[in-house]
Structures are given as C-alpha cells and as structure tokens.
C-alpha cells in the first residue's frame, strides 16, 4: 500500500512539473502540450473509438507474434540443449541475430512480405525469438546434474526425463525469457507498425508526427506504457513469484 502511494504521489507531481512547464516555456502548444491537454486527447480518443481500435490491434498482433515467438524459442532452444552439433552451429548463429536490433529487419520484411500485416507480424516474432531461444537453451543446460543423475538412476530417460526433470527445473529461466521476449516484442511491434499499414499504435503514433499534433503522440506513448507496466506487473511478476516461491527460490 505505502508503495502504491508513492508511486501515486511520484506521478502526480511529475504532472504537476509537466504541466507549469509547459505553460511557462517559450514553445508552442502543440510543440509541447501540457498534461490537461494530452489527457483531453488521451480520453477523446479512448471514447471515440480512435485509441481503442488501435489498441486491440496492437495487442491482438503482440499475442500472436509472441506465441510463434514463444514456441520457436522453445523448440530451438531444446535442440540446441539436446545436439552438440547443433549447439555449435545454430546456437552460435542465435546469438550473432540476437544483436541485431529489430529495426533492422524492415527493409527485409517489406521486400518479403510487402506493406502489410505480414510484414509486421514478422518483425514482432523475430524481435523476440532469438532471445527466447538463448534463453530456454541456457535454462536447459543449467539443470543440476544432482537431478540428471538421481533421474537417470531411477531410469527416467528420453521424453519421460525431459518432461519431468528438465523442463520443470528450467521453468523459472524460461519465465524470465518470457518475460524478455515480451518486452522486446512489444519494442519490434511499435517499430513494424510505424510503417504504417493496418493501424495500431505506432500508425496513430506516425499519423500524430506527420500531422504535428504531439498531444496524439504523447497520449499514444502514455498508452503503451500503461500496457507494458499493466502486462509485465499482473502477468510475468506474480507468474514469477508464483514460480520462485513453488520451486524454492524464494520465501
């Protein structure tokens, strides 16, 4: 509770500092709008529609880009624990594309799929794939080998070992891939959607720039802030708790 209080009291006075600078600085209004005005808009656009639609786009191309992302990463990652050979040439690989920031793939992606809804859902998936994919294989190989060979002396082997050895003692690394792959996904889907095809976020967000209407842009910031905190704090935080206090990590 005191927490929550803090941060409340830490928000409204960054507000109250946002709005008397604004109204005392030299720059025009629409260069540099004020708190009451970006909420104004804010609140317009969430009940006309505008910012709702635009929402559940977003979201509804980051839950499937994360799910293909999210079971790629699962299954490389198992191959990469499971085969040396594997491990040595496309584990190697996953870790040069890792670097590569998500931007980057756009050229790549409107050549391949065109101006499109592909397009995006392209960049979404690849922004978090190679980091779940390190981050399941590294989860994998970090298993005790107290509990690989207690498993193999009772004879568990096979798929029986890895469903019942490997893949629990790894669940709280994969949570914090999850968690990873989400941010960066949701990091590749602002940047696919400023090509601007099929709405979203980052279209309203490119429509704000190109109209010089910053309060939209703000608003449009404030928005996916808001589902970026509201997703990694009800969902990966209390699944992460969840996790550690089951497997012992934490009291």
Request: net charge positive.
């Amino acid at each position: 509770m005191i927490t929550t209080l803090r941060r409340v009291l830490f928000i409204a006075i960054l507000m109250v500092i946002w709005e008397v600078a604004s109204r005392l600085s030299p720059v025009p209004d629409f260069m540099f709008p004020g708190v009451l005005q970006v909420l104004e808009t804010l609140f317009t656009g969430l009940f006309s529609g505008q910012i709702t639609e635009a929402i559940f786009r977003s979201v509804g191309r980051l839950l499937i880009g994360f799910f293909i992302a999210t079971t790629l990463g699962l299954l490389l990652g198992y191959f990469i624990w499971r085969y040396k050979l594997v491990d040595d040439t496309l584990g190697f690989l996953v870790v040069a594309l890792q670097s590569i920031p998500s931007i980057v793939w756009l050229p790549l992606a409107i050549v391949w799929f065109g101006l499109g809804e592909m397009a995006i859902l392209f960049v979404v998936t690849i922004g978090a794939t190679w980091t779940m994919t390190i981050t399941t294989a590294s989860g994998f190989k970090n298993v005790p080998k107290l509990y690989r060979r207690v498993a193999r002396t009772f004879g568990s082997g096979g798929l029986h070992f890895v469903r019942t050895v490997i893949i629990p003692a790894s669940v709280p690394q994969i949570i914090s891939g999850m968690r990873l792959a989400w941010a960066f996904s949701w990091r590749a889907l602002m940047a696919g959607e400023l090509l601007g095809a099929g709405g979203g976020l980052g279209h309203l967000l490119e429509t704000g720039r190109s109209l010089g209407q910053m309060d939209l842009v703000i608003s449009v910031m404030i928005i996916i802030a808001l589902i970026g905190t509201i997703i990694d704090n009800v969902v990966f935080t209390r699944l992460d708790k969840r996790v550690q206090k089951k497997w012992g990590l934490a009291t």
